[in-house]
């Protein structure tokens, strides 16, 4: 089952998703964290998190990219649940950081369609195999102002979180207002 958590940033959404998780039964509970640290306010982002899920007994897997790969450290993946902790850091990580996908990211002919279903890939192998599926995401409105990898970053969010929206099985809006 898939349960997708969206809506804008700070709003309450990793709260909620852990409290969904809270009442999941399986044999064991996973967070897939994808935030790397780049500086001192990810780094105390970072411990927030650390801090709410004390004594929630997550084992806590970071994977930035490629998050399949997480399958390789869960026991047991047809009896766990897994919370992926969220879209937005993990398409940021997959335009940056890896290789592979990076290069679908060029501004001048980005190649948005398959970045998205190579990361939606990724995403259903992870979904097939475990129990639950929460997934944490961000909703952007688009600023003109903004420079064109940013457009494009925000871009490729929306399209991710609208084939998550057609194959979640249930979905919580957080902070429903306009964004």
């Known amino acids: 089952m898939i349960t997708l958590v969206i809506g804008k940033p700070d709003s309450g959404k ?19 964290a994808t935030m790397l640290i780049y500086d001192e306010a990810g780094k105390e982002r970072i411990e927030k998190h650390r801090k709410l899920r004390e004594g929630k007994n997550f084992v806590t897997l970071e994977v930035p990219y490629k998050i399949d790969r997480a399958l390789d450290r869960i026991d047991e993946p047809e009896s766990c649940a897994v919370l992926l902790e969220c879209i937005a850091n993990l398409v940021g990580n997959e335009m940056y950081e890896n290789p592979d996908r990076a290069k679908l990211c060029k501004p001048d002919i980005p190649q ?15 979904s097939d195999k475990v129990k639950d599926l929460v997934i944490v995401t961000n909703r952007y409105s688009m600023d003109e102002n903004s420079d064109e990898m940013t457009r494009l970053y925000i871009e490729l969010i929306d399209l991710v979180n609208k084939k998550l929206i057609k194959c979640a099985d249930r979905i919580v809006e957080v902070g429903n207002e306009d964004i």
């Open 14 to 32: 990793s709260l909620i998703a852990e409290d969904i998780m809270s009442k999941i039964s399986c044999k064991k509970k996973y967070y897939l």
């Open 112 to 126: 948005k369609e398959r970045f998205t279903d190579e990361i939606m890939g990724d995403i259903k192998k992870l």
